[in-house]
């Protein structure tokens, strides 16, 4: 049960800002949103997680609404190199057990043009 | 972050053969997982992998045909039995690291089976 809804595909300019959308409005209190990116050929690649402040690190940004029921994952200067598949889950952290598991749904394809 | 490294890259199999798949990471993770992407779908999680105990299969996965081994904190294999060419998939390790929660993923094994 992947518990998000993200479109199938989106596109954008190089250079420009890609703005990813992500629905989760059945999140729990203890849940994080985590957003993975993969590369065709490679394994996911962690970008960057938050719980309810913004989030900005040297990949990217998360922002994430009031009420925690969706947030959006930008790229600020998009590069053909960041065209991917990229998957927003929610997840609960927890240090010992096997909550910390991730499922992923089925992603953004992001395309960068020149 | 952790390094991940999966043997085999990739192969092709045989109908009603077994492959074991390995996953080796250069530092101590709390949680190793591994993961199943058929072509063009998302990943899908078959189980995680405990330190000397049973792994703990998600729904729609056994152990009879994903027979799983973690002797370590630090490697694991997964065992594909009695292949069929439904079972032709990207499989992925994924590990937990201990100082920062994170979960982080291997390059993956193609599995083709003919």
């Known amino acids: 049960d992947a518990k998000t809804t993200q479109p199938p595909s989106m596109d954008c300019a190089e250079g420009r800002a890609a703005n990813l959308p992500c629905n989760h409005s059945t999140i729990s209190g203890n849940e994080y949103v985590y957003w993975y990116r993969q590369i065709h050929s490679q394994g996911p690649q962690y970008i960057i997680h938050g719980l309810k402040n913004n989030e900005t690190n040297e990949m990217a940004s998360l922002i994430i609404t009031e009420d925690r029921k969706s947030s959006t994952l930008i790229l600020p200067h998009a590069t053909l190199r960041d065209t991917a598949v990229y998957y927003c889950?929610?997840?609960?952290?927890?240090?010992?057990?096997?909550?910390?598991?991730?499922?992923f749904g089925r992603g953004t394809q992001l395309t960068v043009w020149p | 972050s952790a390094v991940i490294s999966q043997k085999p890259s990739r192969d092709i199999c045989q109908r009603g053969t077994s492959l074991t798949i390995q996953c080796q990471v250069d530092?101590?993770?709390?949680?190793m997982f591994w993961y199943r992407q058929q072509p063009g779908q998302s990943l899908t999680l078959i189980a995680t992998a405990n330190q000397g105990s049973e792994a703990t299969y998600e729904s729609g996965f056994v152990i009879d045909k994903f027979p799983i081994s973690r002797p370590n904190l630090t490697f694991s294999t997964l065992t594909v039995s009695n292949m069929s060419p439904e079972d032709s998939s990207i499989y992925l390790c994924?590990?937990?690291?201990?100082?920062?929660?994170?979960?982080?993923f291997g390059e993956g094994s193609r599995l083709t089976v003919l």
């Open positions: 994924s590990v937990r690291q201990v100082n920062t929660g994170e979960l982080f």
């Open positions: 530092s101590q993770v709390t949680m």
């Open positions: 889950i929610v997840r609960a952290v927890d240090r010992g057990s096997t909550l910390g598991r991730l499922y």
